[in-house]
């Protein structure tokens, strides 16, 4: 027979003001199972608690039903008590007399009736409650971070400092990501190269940091704590251990009519090379499907030069098996083509270019050495049109958000171009300008002000090229809305961030939610910006949606402090308040049938079919067990089962139809 | 057509594909029964006639006849259909059971496996007759009160025979609900109440799943309409989530259309 | 005790007098194309030109659920009430001979070693009038484990149609005295009637005493399991059975008070006997169908002396799968 | 012969009649037999569309409805403005179900959407085959195909080409021979209705159309609607006028073109209605203007236009 | 007995619902004190059986109510509850159970003013429908202790 005590609080004068708390515990005492009831002023005072856990240990309770504020207030203080006293916590429960009833009804018998209802139906709910114990997952203390550009590489480096081992995966042949294809950056116009290479050496170098790059994911297994990566290596046909990094093999190599995709298309590079000179690791990577010997089986010009001997074309992919706790995704986002406008000319004219190129053909290191030259003819143009919006915040074209840094690297693009060609004209074609961060108001106010950069208020509609210029149809909506033509030398269209080739795949192998753009879905918006819905694996950076370089660095950051909270303790604790599949006695074993039609439901992907066995190793059923590690207590898949086979721990079938009956 | 059948029959059992075909013959009075062959010649037992609706599938999820090695059954439309919610459900796999497929217009199907029988089916589009869409209109018609009316009258004969649970293939589970005592979901006893809470449960169950074969019907031996209930939810959910899900419950559309959520 | 004839329009009379005598009067009613016994006013409502009625009478003894007791609890006592269940006096009219006789079967079980007092006080307050079978179809076997059709056992008052006019009115009982004495006008003497002339003609199909000898051996054979195969396991065969008298116990609660109910039972079931250790003795389907066998035709016979089965063919006629009784008895006792 | 339904459409008995003729010249070369509409109505063009939403659904739908009545599937209605309209009839009848019953009660028949109205171009595309095999004298003659509007806008209902690059005119006309010039007015607005009211206006947007046409090489404009028609060829005084300078490009329906190109005479098509002469100079046959280079990779994300 | 009271049951979800009382119950606004909360971490918890069991137990109204979809703490749980409210609420039209005593709300945690709205507005409509007898009357037990009640 269950010993229940029940303590019903005053609250000063918040409960008894219209409750009579004293015939409320009055009430309960006659209830079966009770055997210990009492009303005091102040339950979650000191003297209060004392009083819980004294009647505890006297009367050996086998639970406890507390009459007070609501459960999301004081539910943990009244089970640290209990467990204090040596009960379960999980067997205490709280009647919601306060909130529920006694603030929001006036004094009356009826306030007092529906007191002494909450508390009969918790007291009904207690005699089924289970002693539960809090579940215990191991931490595997090594974190994957997907992705080597900024968010990639702050993320690794602050989990690595927090002392902790990291594997860094990076597609591309170098780490760096979009940020090393920049020339200055805004809003203090600092050269991306000078702030970005010594933290990609300070990766490279790091002891807690393994680096994998031209590597991918294969595949991702387990729950929080316990993940198991599986990284595909793709072949370099480059021994990285012997190769110096001398870069002979690429100039001696005979085919350089390559596009070079770190340059955007707008530079050359060999069939074996290194993308950019301060590529970290800086070995070199063969292109198969440019490579003359692995096209046509013969050349191997960079076999004789390499002085180390390193070339090794029958190289193969490896595929390489790590146990993880956390996993980061920093995997970034890319730029819209040209070829996405057909009223810019489905990208047919070749002056016609991205934010990306015009960066290239900004930097130092780019194809034109910094000096800004027409891609068709190789003049410095006179008049260069920049187009802002180009495909965001556009429905007709799919995609309705604002890609955020636009506003900024036009701005920035407008004022690098005025600073190297004194008297060319810079006209930026605009809707309204998102300025948001610090200092970055004051960047356009001086890109407009003092570099006499011409913002026209207004949409282009057409560019088409007339007597070798292009002429850009737009119109001026702020001086009356005359429509306007520019014939520009050259035009450069601040495209949509979209997300990533491949996010969308990479999403599905982890189970991860993205929107309808490919972008992953963060937990929350507002409080949970760096965590999934899968717990365990976390954001930084433009993967999520298109933002700036601070905003990525502190998100990096965040996402860091996350993992390295999530390995500051030995276990991860995690509520009891789980799903769990009913096993029974042979010869039914479970009354789950295995019909799989809970799986689908669960948010978590934490149910999985099990193969009951008997000692001999036959299976006599395949019944559903629910993963405690993944399982978050939802109950959805509780109330789909139609046998019932699936019960959550705290809100089992039985205590709330026990709960309802007692109302 | 019925030589074709019985043929297949007799190759499936003398080659050793299958142990045993599940098919109908003639049973007393001028009824049909489920009959288990086992000896190639017996399979000229096996008749096929607009009698023959039975579901014989009801007894693919049996222990008794799983144990007599692999089966083989006649199934028509709605029987093959619900093959493939039992394949869905995981109660059948590929391989463990052959198919003697019977089309609409009666011509004998050959199926190389499951799946082939379950594409087949899926092509035929599936919707309730016009005269089942009558009687669940003419329901739908009476006031809130007539038909409470109606029910009540209708159920009051039921004495939880459990002969339309029993019938329907996809009632498979070893220990229903209505059997559990803690908590005691549904009243044991056949009053007013019991019988009400069975049957929203019965069909509430088999919502999104139920394929629409009237087994439950012809069972009761009171022959209670109680598949009106499932007919009713049929078309509820082709209505309004479109049918397009394997399984209605389990999915959801983010913007599914209901009109009564304040 | 004695023959009478009565007309069949005074019928309608008679039921007048059963009526104004307090006493409810069951009968043979058709209601959506079923027959099934139901309350009656008059006799126009009574149901003619069918066989058998889907339920039994057996409804009238032994309700689908009946109320045992109360009980409610006053803080840590228990106060129960017992006297709630006071039956209605009652007249079932139109009940076949093999039902009448099922009353006999239900008599002796709930005798056996305590007096049911439900059963018991619901016999007593009941007078059954029979009505013999003028024609029968292939599912009876009355014949077959002592009945006829013209069978007066269990019946006070036996009718049998003997031209469009009149019913032959045997009294059988003192309850089948005073109905026809509560309205003497209405009888007059039958001179000697050739009863069988009128009466549907059921061959024996088989010797009982046989089955109930060959039964024991066949515990372990295989043909249980081969007749079973297309058993679906529902408990129909038992709830139309005039003589199956399993019934399960429950307690419906309200918070501090409760009601405990009897209700019927099936040991078709698959739960029927599910221990809480989790086996289950009858497990298979194959099991349980020997058991509805050997329980109305060996343990039945052995224990009390009367067969559990009184032939009425109910069961075959109601199930979904054609289990047809007759035949597998048949099949019993050729099996080697 | 296959049968087609046909709604010529009040400008292809008016002002438009050469187009008519000649679409009933090229038709028999291609195996098509005209089926007309039965007691067809005005489609209500822009003006109903001004004035009163159901009156200008009524009109179509009633010859939908007739057109659905005898047995009429497919229907070319060679005229865009008529074309435009009877797609927005269908696209709002099909959306709102209590609108559909008001028309009905309008219209007084019921209209049950089983009919799908043609444009010229997407009849003709069908049968690119049959043209080619019934190409006798290619056309070998630069042109600029232009579009104009109501054929492409508005783009989620229209669903028609890419809205803002199309090319089926262009495909068509590489077919019978001639060569497709790259040019940027393809879908630029030529004043349409304005000619009315403000002539001058349309005279500089036509204009800057021919001008961008000529510079581009282009010795004759294709066009498939009436309207354009109107603008650049009856208003050439106007444009002329406004650029200050006489272009003589002549403006050929594509019916026009097409019978060119199976050899029939300019009679028969009615080429001698025309107020710019449909004279081609002697000299220069096909000229050297860059040709219309097919973007490398059709990158027109197509499902874009239609999103 | 006095004017008629109706008995409401409402099963709410943890995350959004109850917090929502919780808030109505800081911002001190009243409301009838006829309804029972019954708490459930989830609407994709509430199984359609418990709102037929309240009904048996002698409810005269239920209220199910949780977070506002794309809300839900568990990103689906109210998703596939709407689902099986809307079968399930047609199903019991369909066998002509008063409907309008069951009543469905998304009530968010910053609501708190909606709440004691929709439980005002549910009693009031409940009380007008009157006690359900027409449910209670289905079990024996419950049709002769109103009687008793009554008496």
Redesign the interface.
Known sequence: MSRIGVFICHCGENINGTVDCAKVAEAAS?V?GVSHSVDYKYMCSDPGQSMIKEAIKEKKLTGVVVGAC????HEPTFRRACAEAGLNPYLCEMA?L????S????K?E??TR?AV??IK?MIEKVKLNQPLQPIKVPVTRAALVLGGGIAGIQASLDIANAGHQVIMVEREPSIGGHMSQLSETFPTLDCSQCILTPRMVEVAQHPNITLHTYSELESLEGFIGNFKAKIRNKARCVDEKLCTGCGMCAQKCPTKKISSEFNAGLGMRSAIYVPFPQAVPNKPVIDKDHCTFFQKGKCKVCEKVCPTKAIRYDQEDRIIDVEVGAVVLATGFDVLGT??F??YG???YKDVINGLQFERLASASGPTLGVIKRPSDGKVPETVVFVACAGSRD????IEYCSKICCMYTAKHAMLYKHKVHEGSAYVFYMDIRAGGKMYDEFVRRAIEEDDVKYVRGRVS?I???DGKL?VKGADTLLGHEPLEIRADLVVLATAGVASSGAEELAQKLHV?YDSHHFFAEAHPKLRPVET?TAGIFLAGACQSPRDIPETVSQASGAASKVAGLFSQEELTREP?VAVVNR?????YS?C?????????C??QAIE?EEIRTRDGTVVK?AAKVNPGLC?????C???C???AID?QG?T??Q???????? | MLAKMRQKAKDLLSSGVVSTVIGYGEGSGNRVRALFIRKPDDADKLILDERCVQNLAVYLTKREVRALGRPAVVARVPVMRTIQQLMFEKQVAEGEVAVIGISPDSQVLDFPDLKSMAEYVSAIPFELSADEKAAVEKLEKMTAGERWNFWLDVLSGCSKCYACRQSCPLCYCERCTVECNQPQWVSVPSHGLGNLEWHIMRAMHLAGRCVNCGDCFRACPLEIPLNLLTQKIITDIADKFGGADEYALNAFKPDDKEDFIR | MGKKTINVDSLGELFHKIKSGGKRILAPVEKDGVILFGEVASYPEVATGYIQTVFSAKEAVLPRFEEILRFSSEGRDVVIEEESNKPVPTVVFGVRPCDAKSLSVIKAVFERDYPDIFVQSKIDSTTVIGLSCVNSDEYCFCTSVGGAPGDTAGSDLLLTRINDANYLAEIITEKGESIVSSAPELFSEAGNVDKDRHLAQVNRQFDLDELEKRLPALFESPLWAGQSLRCIGCGACSFVCPSCTCFDIQDETDGARGIRLRCWDSCGFAQFTLHTSGHNPRGVQSKRWRQRIMHKFSYQPGELGTAGCVGCGRCSRACPVDMNILQHIKDILEAR | MTKIGYYPGCSLLGTAREYDESLRAILPRMGVELVDVPDWNCCGASSAHMLNHELSLSLPARILSSAENKGITDMLVPCAACYNRFVMTIHELNEDSKLRARVADITGLDYRGTIHPLNILEFLEKRTDAVKAATALPFERNVACYYGCLLVRPPTVMKFDRSEDPRTMDDLMSAVGANPVDWAFKVECCGAGLSITSPALVGKLSGRIIENAVKSGAEAIIVACPLCHANLDMRRSAINKAAGKKYTVPVLYITQAVGLAMGLKEKELGLHRHLVKVRFPADRGAAQAPTHAQPAADSEPAQTEEA | MSEFEPKIIAFVCNWCTYAGADLTGTSRIKYASNVRIVRLPCTGRIDFMLLMKAFSRGADGVIVSGCHPNDCHYTSGNFHARRRWIVFKSLLDFMGIDVRRIHFAWVSAAEGAKWAEVVNSVVNDVRALGPYDGYKNLAPIAADWRIQDAG
């Open positions: 006659r079966p609501s459960p999301r207030m919601n306060r909130e529920h009833c603030w929001v009804h006036e009356s009826a306030t529906k209802d909450l139906s070829d996405f057909p009223e489905y990208g047919r429905p007709a074209k799919g057409r088409y090229e007339e002429v939610s819905n308040l029974t006695a042979p010869p039914l009354t049938t295995g019909c799989g039609l809970c799986m689908p439901a948010p978590y079919m395949v978050q207590g939802c109950g959805t509780v109330a789909l139609r046998v019932k959550l809100y079938n039985e709330i139809y026990a709960e309802l009956m007692a109302l």
